[in-house]
Every structure is written in C-alpha cells, then in structure tokens.
C-alpha cells in the first residue's frame, strides 16, 4: 500500500501524519486530552485562565444578549450580566456579581456578595443655612451599590475627585477633612471675632430682642461708628452731620419761634395792661363823678326846707352843685297837731341815678 501524506489540524494547529491509522491515533488522543480538559472543570480544575467548582444548577442566560456565569445565576434582563452562584441580574443592561448579588434595577450594578441595587433617586440640589445649591448629575440613569441595608460596605482606595460646579466624581475622606478643616478654621475664627461681632440682644431664654448693644475691646468704653451714611428713611441712624445740621435747623426755627412769641407776649401784655389801665382809668373817672354826683345830692337835700307849723303838710324842693356835678331833690314833709311828730321823705337824682330817703321824729317832752 502506497505511503501517503495526511493532515490534521488540532486546536488551530497544523499536523502531518503519514498514514490515516496515525491521524486516526492523533485524533484519538487529542479527543482524550478533550475529556481530561472537561473532567478538570467538572471537577474544579479548569482551564488555563479559567476555572470553576460547583455542583449546584445550571446558570441561565434567558435576555437577549445576557451572560450568566455560576451556579443557579440568572440574566433574565435584555443585555444583563450576571456572575456568581444565585446572582440575579434581572432588569435590562444590568449587572450583577457576586455570591447572590441582584441588580432588579436597570443600568445598575451590584458589586459584592450579597449586594442588591434599588430604585435609582435623583437629587436636584439641596438648601444650606437658607441657602440652595443646585447638584450635577440630576438626572441618573442608574445606581451602584456594595452593599444591601443592614450590610453596608466601605469604598476604599479611592482617589481623589475633581471638585467643581461641574464634577460628578466621587470624593475620598481626606477631600472631606479637607472640608472639616476649613470649617473648624472658619469656626474658630468666629469664635474668635465673635466679642466683636454686632450681634441682637437676647431675652433670658434666648430669643432674641429688637435691640443690639456694640461692644469693642473694651466693655467700658462706648463704640464709635464711623463713616456712616446720611440717614434717608424715617427708621434710619443719621450721622453727627446730619444731626448738627438738624440742632442748627432746629435751634434757628426755636429762636425765631420763641422771638416771635416773645413778641407777641409783649404785645399781647401791652395790650392787656394798657386795657386794664384804661379799664382802670374808667372807673377812676367814673368813681371821681359818682363821688362829685353824691356830693351835689347830698347838698340838693340838704337844701330842702318844710313847713313846721303844726298840722302842716309841705312839699319842697332843692339842688346842689359840686365841682361840675349838679342834683335836684324833691321831699314831702308833715307836722303833728301837737308838734310832737315830724316826718319827710325825699328823692334826689344826679346823671341818671335815682337816691331816696326819709326821716321820723318824736319830741316826748
């Protein structure tokens, strides 16, 4: 039989043999080292770069384009990655691994034994002492997680991350002390400026008042504020510019203020006490005729002449005249039979006034 050449290509490599009894041979033994190879990885031995030990179910690769890797793993969800015994990766693109690692979340990862992803929360921002500050990154599409609730992982080994208005990289602890530092440094200088902050007065329990009390270096000294503004609106502090401009206004309207109510109350008291002594004047010269009136009465009675003779009934009639004042008098007079008695009775009048007066008299012996 004549001798021939044959060929065998045995994992992509190309091999001669002489006769088919010795490709034959070959092929035999290569599908041995096949068999030897699959016991490895039954048994936990493996391949080169790859090995794997396990006696539990199948995994399962059921989403489109989804690798599941481990015994019982599951990737259920479209393009999911599931790696590890009983890890779940069931939502689309996303990925699990580690020993019983889920990821029911899309786009989110589950990194670690026992680690489970949950609903992703976006976070706009947040409010600081009044303030808000707007995040980057609102909007996630997924989440990450090492851990589950009550298994919670540290991160380390974490490098430091860009710090801006912009950045979305993850921090490491020594960019937060770094923070800390800053903060107690900024403390401490409040705390240290505080004795020369304006700060509001407060009540006993803490409240604060509608008052404040400035303190400098010195708690006995009053403080000056300098370089204050005109004031403009009715609540505002006016500075000593204002306020000498202010006495100056105030001290000029209150001289001419007081210079014309001096003036006034002179004149009003000339006019007072030049009525009063006209007023007085008046009654002088009104006492002064009276007086002269009463003078020229008392003469007009006193020239009233009667009949004595008894049982004589008698009119008369008189006047008088005193320093420019004259008076008339007018009397009725009678005479007892006997003599005994006598009576008049008179009436005189001088300007206007009206005098009257009368007169008894008994002669016993």
């Known amino acids: 039989m004549p001798m021939a050449r044959h060929r065998a290509a045995i994992y992509g490599a190309e091999k001669r043999y002489k006769t088919i009894y010795d490709a034959f041979g070959g092929v035999d033994e290569n599908l041995a080292n096949i068999n030897d190879i699959l016991h490895d990885i039954e048994s936990g ?148 400026n505080d004795k020369f902050s304006v700060k509001y007065d407060r009540h006993s329990d803490g409240t604060k008042k509608n008052s404040m009390t400035l303190q400098g270096w010195d708690s006995a000294t009053p403080v000056v504020l300098a370089n204050v503004a005109d004031g403009v609106h009715k609540n505002d502090a006016v500075n000593v510019s204002q306020l000498k401009a202010g006495l100056s206004t105030t001290l000029g309207e209150a001289k001419a203020y007081t210079d014309q109510t001096a003036l006034q109350t002179l004149d009003q008291a000339n006019a007072y006490t030049d009525k009063k002594f006209g007023k007085l004047n008046e009654d002088i010269v009104a006492t002064r005729i009276e007086a002269r009136q009463a003078a020229a009465i008392g003469l007009a009675a006193a020239s009233l002449r009667y009949d004595d003779r008894p049982g004589k009934i008698s009119a008369a009639i008189g006047g008088g005249f005193w320093r420019g004042e004259g008076a008339v008098a007018l009397g009725l007079g009678h005479t007892s039979e006997d003599q005994r008695m006598r009576s008049n009775l008179s009436a005189a009048t001088s300007g206007g006034n009206w005098s009257m007066g009368a007169g008894f008299s008994y002669t016993f012996n």
């Open 45 to 192: 031995g493996g391949i080169k770069y790859f090995h794997a030990n396990s006696i539990g179910a199948d995994s399962r690769a059921l989403g489109t384009n989804s690798i599941a890797v481990g015994s019982d793993s599951v990737a259920s969800g479209e393009g999911s990655i599931s790696v590890g015994n009983g890890a779940q990766a069931s939502a689309h693109g996303s990925v699990a691994l580690g020993e019983n690692a889920a990821a029911p979340d899309a786009n989110s990862v589950a990194l670690g034994a026992g680690s489970k992803t949950s609903e992703v929360v976006a976070t706009k921002g947040t409010t600081i002492n009044g303030q808000y500050y707007d995040f980057a990154g609102d909007a996630p599409s997924g989440t990450v997680s090492v851990g589950d609730k009550g298994a919670e992982r540290t991160i380390t080994n974490v490098a430091a991350g860009r710090i801006s208005v912009e950045s979305t990289d993850a921090v490491n602890g020594s960019q937060l002390n770094a923070v800390n530092q800053a903060i107690e440094n900024l403390a401490a200088g409040v705390t240290e």
